[in-house]
């Protein structure tokens, strides 16, 4: 009885043995089985070929740490996007367990994130469209910055620039360079106010002559002249029409020398009075040296080809610019003789430089004449220029005048001549354009 006792009790130990040998085996096997990969990527809900190809992203060195850790199954979803940085696994890691989203820490070690972070200008809320840009080709964003470090602050300015502008009254986005080029230039000037600038220099911008300084003066002749063409309202402002003759006359720019303006809004007094000599044998009066030489050759060069010219009239001082004037009123009324008269101080003639050849009368013709016929085609190679064309008084404040020319040199007189414009025009454009200072 005992000893069968002893028997079963022994045979007990034994199967208790065995089952405990089978336990720790069986848990060894499980210890080894859930220290791998596979099973935190199992348990993180991917298949066997989803697990095989994450697998691929990491070194044997990071397999076996993601094994070892339960926590971190955002780090297979990180690996799968295309904005992974295999460099930056330790750096995933660790913003996993701060608690950051996978979307936050793809962005913050994206290079392309961190470059532009880097960058003058940039904005945080500003981003996707930063990278939207680079990103795509069809953006129009080209630059030819050779360094992607200026290409990017190229990228983040212009965006800044166009959600600035985006928010203002009248802005056009094709027109975005027209308005940077405009506000380079005036840096002074609020943005709104460039815009609608540019907005309404573009009416004008095909226009020859368009002076941008007078757009605003422009806008309000156009408005007080509302058939007026745009050309025409361009050239009359650029002359200074818009005032009345006599507005606010000013001292002519007698830096400007043979280019001297003068005319109903520019005077000059006796002290403006250049060194003269008699012309002599060439008609009535003085003319300034240079304009009286030129003159003289081209008498004598159209004398050569049969034509007689001879000055009735040249150099005035004020006194005798006042005689005329206060003759002409006394006989015609002042608004009259303002049309063929200057008011004095305001007669070219007072500097030297124009000269009435052969008459200075409207009813002689002269401009049927052979005599004006040669000067249209040559005087502009001695330097003169005809002043008063017909169809031009409002400009000129002056009826056509066919003998009375006037002096600028040889370098712009053909120019002039050529381009159909009235002094004042041209000058307004080529000599006095503010935006050319
Ligand atoms: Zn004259």
Request: aromatic share 14%; charged share 25%.
């Amino acid at each position: 009885m005992a000893r069968k006792k002893k028997k079963k009790t022994f045979k007990a130990i034994v199967i208790l043995v065995v089952l405990a040998l089978i336990a720790a085996g069986g848990y060894i096997g499980w210890k080894k089985y859930t220290a791998r990969i596979e099973y935190r990527l199992g348990k993180a809900g991917y298949n066997k070929e989803e697990t095989e190809a994450i697998k691929e992203m990491f070194s044997e060195e990071q397999q076996e740490i993601l094994a070892n850790l339960r926590a971190v199954p955002e780090i297979f979803g990180i690996a799968r996007d295309e904005r992974y940085q295999e460099d930056r696994f330790v750096d995933y890691l660790s913003g996993i367990a701060e608690g950051k989203d996978a979307e936050t820490l793809l962005t913050d070690f994206d290079p392309l994130v961190i470059a532009l972070r880097d960058t003058e200008g940039y904005k945080e809320e500003n981003l996707q469209l930063y990278m939207q840009a680079i990103r795509d080709p069809d953006s129009g964003y080209i630059s030819s910055a050779s360094d992607f470090r200026l290409y990017y602050a190229e990228i983040v300015y212009r965006i800044n620039r166009q959600l600035e502008y985006s928010k203002l009254e009248g802005y056009d986005p094709a027109i975005y360079e027209t308005y940077e080029t405009y506000t380079a230039k005036h840096q002074d000037m609020a943005l709104q106010e460039v815009v609608t600038h540019v907005n309404t220099a573009l009416k004008y911008k095909d226009e020859p002559y368009f002076i941008d300084a007078y757009l605003d003066r422009y806008e309000t002749y156009r408005t007080a002249n509302p058939d007026a063409a745009l050309y025409d309202v361009i050239l009359a402002v650029n002359a200074g029409i818009d005032k009345p003759f006599y507005t606010d006359a000013q001292h002519a720019d007698m830096s400007k020398g043979y280019l001297v303006l003068v005319n109903k809004y520019y005077y000059v007094n006796d002290n403006d009075k250049p060194e003269t000599v008699e012309l002599g044998y060439y008609g009535v009066g003085e003319m300034e040296v240079t304009a009286a030489e030129h003159f003289r050759h081209m008498v004598d060069a159209a004398a050569a080809d049969g034509i007689y010219l001879r000055s009735v009239n040249a150099y005035r001082t004020e006194a005798i610019q006042n005689l005329f004037y206060t003759g002409y009123v006394s006989e015609a009324g002042r608004a009259a003789a303002d049309t063929y008269s200057a008011r004095p101080g305001h007669s070219e003639h007072q500097v030297g430089l124009a000269v009435d050849i052969n008459t200075a009368s409207i009813s002689k013709h002269f401009e049927n004449t052979a005599q004006y016929a040669w000067l249209v085609e040559h005087c502009a190679e001695y330097g003169f220029i005809l002043r008063y064309l017909p169809g031009k008084q409002y400009i000129t404040g002056y009826v056509y005048e066919p003998w009375h020319y006037r002096y600028v040199g040889v370098e712009y007189a053909k120019d002039i001549m050529d381009s159909g414009l009235t002094f004042e025009e041209w000058y307004a454009f080529y000599v006095a354009n503010p935006d050319l200072q």
